[in-house]
């Protein structure tokens, strides 16, 4: 079947801009993540989404980064006032909720703020 | 307490050698202990995992061990092949909100030279 799909795959935008990242999960897996990987870095959980609620914000670095799912489906991710420090790769992984507990990641968008 | 720790940051191999990548934790809530493989541009793809009640799993050329007295776990590629030349990364699962969210290691960039 169709595996974790994001888009847009790159997204280059100036700083004090709005970006939108959408993920679509595979089908049937109710538990969504966001991940960021800056640069040479390991990733960074952002947040957790169990069907379209979110229990675990707490990756979240700051209030300009706000994310919502619908349908139990597509998320997305929105940055306000992107800053260059934003910059990264920013990955969707999606799971079952009652196990097993592997999550498959989405190809990432990569965000360059100018 | 929600680290985990990755070594080496990058690793060197000749073609039919064994690699060995090192993780280590603290926090003893962790119930679920993945191995992660990316190329250059691609989202992490899921390689090999492992719960704390087992000592070892091995799926092909690849192995984790599993040492909890210790709390540290590692990956073992055998017969290293050119093509497993990427970026590895260890993560944990669980913790104190159990989420299912993973916590990653730094990754270690293997070369595998021919």
Known sequence: GAGVSQSPSNKVTEKGKDVELRCDPISGHTALYWYRQSLGQGLEFLIYFQGNSAPDKSGLPSDRFSAERTGGSVSTLTIQRTQQEDSAVYLCASSLVDGPYEQYFGPGTRLTVT | ?114
């Open chain 2, 1 to 114: 307490q929600q680290q985990v720790k990755q070594s080496p940051q990058s690793l060197i191999v000749q073609k039919g050698g064994i690699s060995i990548i090192n993780c280590a934790y603290e926090n003893t809530a962790f119930d679920y202990f993945p191995w992660y493989q990316q190329f250059p541009g691609k989202g992490p793809a899921l390689l090999i995992a492992i719960r704390p009640d087992v000592s070892e799993k091995k799926e092909g050329r690849f192995t984790i061990s599993f040492n909890k007295s210790a709390k540290q776990f590692s990956l073992h590629i055998m017969d290293s092949q050119p093509g497993d030349s990427a970026t590895y990364f260890c993560a944990a699962r669980g913790g104190s909100s159990n989420t299912g969210k993973l916590i990653f290691g730094q990754g270690t960039t293997l070369q595998v030279k021919p």
